[in-house]
């Protein structure tokens, strides 16, 4: 899925639409694989799942965030987002 996951974002020409597109289409057709990300998707990041400590590199140097309560890749998204809405 790796390999797919990287040219639906090289054909995405910098769209967040189209690869949400792209992304929908492919979930929706596999019912187990749509239960999987959608528990695994929320807690990218959280100590004890996946990238927990690229996540604790990237609050720091990329984000930035010294916000206690973001601990999920989502949450420091959601904050990024509105970060930059306040600035």
């Known amino acids: 899925m790796k390999e797919e996951i990287i040219e639906a974002v090289r054909n995405s020409e ?4 189209k690869l949400a597109h792209w992304f929908n289409q492919r979930i929706d057709a596999d019912t187990e ?3 999987s990300w959608n528990t695994l998707a929320v807690n990218l990041g959280k100590k004890g799942f ?5 996540f604790v590199l990237a609050k720091r ?10 601990n999920t890749a989502f949450d420091a998204i959601d904050w990024d987002e509105q970060e930059e809405v306040r600035n």
Do not use: H, R
């Open 14 to 17: 910098n769209s967040d639409v």
């Open 61 to 70: 140097f990329l984000y930035k965030c010294k916000d206690p309560s973001i």
């Open 33 to 35: 694989l749509k239960e």
């Open 50 to 54: 996946p990238k927990a400590w690229v």
